[in-house]
């Protein structure tokens, strides 16, 4: 049976059912006793009541045969643990947090914000998260923002730690230091938040202290986020693309000392990612000089794009921290990156420039996902339209998922293609509802 019907019938918190042509089971985690499960989240569409956590099975491409797991009507952004026990995705029409223990797929709690959030982080294997709210009211503050540490086993929001526009939040590997970017800011927020005091904690009103310490100075030109890798922290300037009067670069800050060591300067830089000795940086030059789509094809016979806008990837030596020139991908705001196991770089943004209807096909099709081999420095613009919500690759397949417009895209990584098969007739699983984000919850 190729055909999967997926019917929910519960509410919120609920556990809604879901039936499917799912395989098989065996000594499995949670109820659906699969090895190999992949969560996605699904919105409510004119015909599906509640949203929720669809689970997938990453073996072959199948919806769960048993169930989904409740997380309100609009789940979206999820955060992990760095051992899979716990994720947490966010609602955004309740403006909620809701956990959930992958090992028995049961709710672990839900936490509402003060507003909503497009930043989460669960550092360590505990049921703490930490959410940036940029539209936080903080008693004792005259501005909006903050970070909440949401406890999840004791259900509720222990600190809120007021910082001005809060909008990114990133954590070193044990969560006792959290890098803060604000909105059309050009500081970097350092935060230690198990010293922080409960319920409300206003520690960066008289920064430095215990607490919070404001990083600040030219090194620094609308910094929009970080990749920590040990101790120190590779943040990314957005620069010229968010409003700064600086070129975009990366800066070395060292965790310890908290002190800028380097600065290294890339064609634009909103995403990265680190392996090995590589840290890759995506971004959109705001000049029209820089940004030019010179040199990407579509077709055959191969033809120019469309496109009269694009991204660059920037390729960072860090033994030598000399960036190569930057690689013509797709524009828009890069939030999404992901490396394959077999070395495809999977950058996903959002606000790009679409061209055609991948619906009705009848020229050159793109969208806001670029993949990049890292051994043959090819690139591959698919024939898809729309924001890239979510990237998740595996150890053991050479597939790709990749959430974009709403659909769970399915990409064979030996190709760069979508996957075809009877399980995934279209390329993207059939899914009902809008799926806004996707995480493995297993090693595989």
């Known amino acids: 049976m190729n055909r999967c019907i997926l019917i929910t019938v519960l509410g919120l918190s609920a556990l809604a059912s879901l039936v499917s042509c799912g395989g098989s089971g065996g000594s499995g985690l949670g109820q659906t006793h699969l090895v190999n499960r992949v969560l996605a989240a699904q919105g409510v569409t004119a015909t599906q009541t509640f949203g929720g956590l669809v689970i997938v099975n990453g073996q072959n491409d199948t919806l769960a045969r048993a169930q989904s797991l409740g997380a309100g009507f609009s789940p979206g952004l999820m955060a992990i643990t760095p051992s899979r026990n716990i994720v947490v995705a966010f609602d955004a029409t309740s403006n909620s947090v809701y956990a959930l223990d992958t090992t028995k797929e049961s709710p672990v709690g839900n936490v509402q914000l003060q507003g909503a959030t497009s930043s989460m982080v669960l550092p360590t294997t505990n049921a703490i998260a930490y959410a940036a709210v940029p539209t936080a009211a903080v008693i004792g503050y005259s501005f909006v923002g903050a970070v909440d540490v949401m406890n999840f086993t004791t259900g509720g929001t222990v600190t809120t730690i007021a910082v001005p526009n809060a909008q990114t939040v990133v954590s070193n590997s ?13 500081n970097v927020t350092v ?9 409300v904690d206003i520690s960066c009103l008289s920064a430095p202290n215990t607490v919070c310490t404001i990083l600040s100075g030219s090194q620094f030109s609308r910094p929009v986020y970080a990749v920590i890798s040990g101790s120190t922290a590779y943040v990314l300037n957005c620069g010229l693309q968010c409003g700064g009067t600086q070129p975009a670069s990366v800066a070395v800050l060292d965790l310890g000392s908290l002190t800028v060591t380097n600065n290294i300067q890339v064609d634009a830089a909103t995403m990265g990612l680190v392996s090995g000795t590589t840290l890759y940086v995506a971004g959109t030059p705001p000049s ?26 920037d390729i960072i030596d860090l033994n030598s921290l ?20 077999n070395g495809q770089l999977f950058i996903g943004s959002r606000h790009c420039s679409n061209i055609g209807n991948v619906n009705y096909p009848s020229g050159e099709v793109r969208g806001c996902l670029s993949i990049y081999n890292t051994t043959t420095g090819a690139v591959v613009v698919p024939p898809t339209n729309g924001d890239v919500n979510g990237l998740q690759s595996f150890t053991t397949r050479n597939v790709e998922y990749v959430s974009e417009d709403g659909s769970l895209w399915v990409y064979d990584t030996t190709r760069d293609t979508l ?4 399980f995934v007739p279209a390329g993207a699983l059939p899914i009902v509802g809008y799926v806004g984000g996707v995480k493995a919850i297993d090693f595989f």
């Open 288 to 313: 029209s000089v820089n940004n030019a789509c010179t040199g990407q094809m579509w077709g055959n016979p191969p033809q120019p794009t469309a496109a009269t806008t694009c991204g660059r990837l």
């Open 322 to 341: 000399t960036a190569a020139p930057g690689i013509v991908i797709t524009d828009g705001y890069h939030d999404q990156i992901d490396l394959s196991a």
């Open 174 to 186: 044990d969560g006792t230091q959290l890098l803060v970017f604000s909105n059309d800011s050009d």
């Open 191 to 199: 935060l230690s938040p198990a010293t922080a005091s409960p319920p």
């Open 419 to 422: 996957l075809i098969n009877d």
